[in-house]
């Protein structure tokens, strides 16, 4: 998990204002997108936003993976 903490971190710190970085987040499509120094994380299926939160890092991806993971659902919102 830490080799995957820093690459994360190393990719984030050189992104450039409107830059995207496209993951898996329990294994929906998901977009981390770096806009005027807030990173968005945008989860998709097909045309749908499953979930859409603004000013997260690597700590609050892995927790929403987690919550997902037991409750088959993504949060209305991410604390």
């Known amino acids: ?11 984030r710190n050189n992104m450039a204002n409107g830059d995207t970085l496209h993951l898996l987040v329990a ?3 998901a977009e ?3 806009t005027n120094e807030n990173y968005v994380l945008k989860i998709r ?5 499953l ?3 603004g000013n997260i890092d690597f700590e ?6 987690e ?3 037991q409750n088959n659902c993504f949060p209305d919102c991410l604390t």
Do not use: C, D, P, S
Request: glycine share 2%.
């Open 60 to 65: 609050k991806i892995v927790n929403l993976e």
């Open 45 to 49: 299926r097909e045309q749908e936003v």
């Open 27 to 29: 294994g929906y499509e």
């Open 32 to 34: 981390f997108i770096y």
């Open 51 to 53: 979930f859409y939160h």
């Open 1 to 11: 998990m830490e080799a995957i903490r820093e690459e994360f971190e190393r990719v």
């Open 67 to 69: 919550y997902y993971l």
